[in-house]
Nanobody, 115 residues
C-alpha cells in the first residue's frame, strides 16, 4: 500500500522556472532511487533525472546545468527544480520511487513551456 503523488506542474514562459514535487506515502520500508521521467506524444519516454538514497544524481544531457534534483529522506519526497525552461521541455512528468522489488509511479503532472 504505497502512493506516489506529484504536484507543481503548470504553464511557464520560455526561460522561466518551475519546481515539481513528489511525495511517497503508505507502507514504506525503504526507498532506493527516486527520479523523474517525461513523456510527450510521439516521442519515447525519457529519463530526466534520478537520485539515489545517498544523494548521487544523474541527469539527461538536456537537463544538465538547468535542472536540479534533490530529496528529503525523512519526508520521502523528491523535488525537481527546473530553470531556463524551453518549449521542448513540454511534457507530462512522472515521478517514480524504487522500493525493494518494485517501482512505484506517480500519476503525472503536465508541464507546458510556451510564450
Amino acid at each position: 500500500q504505497v502512493q506516489v503523488v506529484e504536484s507543481g506542474g503548470g504553464l511557464v514562459q520560455p526561460g522561466g522556472s518551475l519546481r515539481l514535487s513528489c511525495a511517497a506515502s503508505g507502507s514504506i520500508s525503504s526507498i532506493y532511487s527516486m527520479g523523474w521521467y517525461r513523456q510527450t506524444p510521439g516521442k519515447q519516454r525519457e529519463l530526466v533525472a534520478r537520485i539515489s538514497s545517498r544523494g548521487t544524481t544523474n541527469y539527461a544531457d538536456v537537463a544538465k546545468g538547468r535542472f536540479t534534483i534533490s530529496r528529503d529522506n525523512a519526508k520521502n519526497t523528491v523535488t525537481l527544480q527546473m530553470n531556463s525552461l524551453r518549449p521542448e521541455d513540454t511534457a507530462v512528468y512522472y515521478c517514480y520511487a524504487d522500493m525493494p522489488g518494485l517501482r512505484y509511479w506517480g500519476q503525472g503532472t503536465q508541464v507546458t513551456v510556451s510564450s
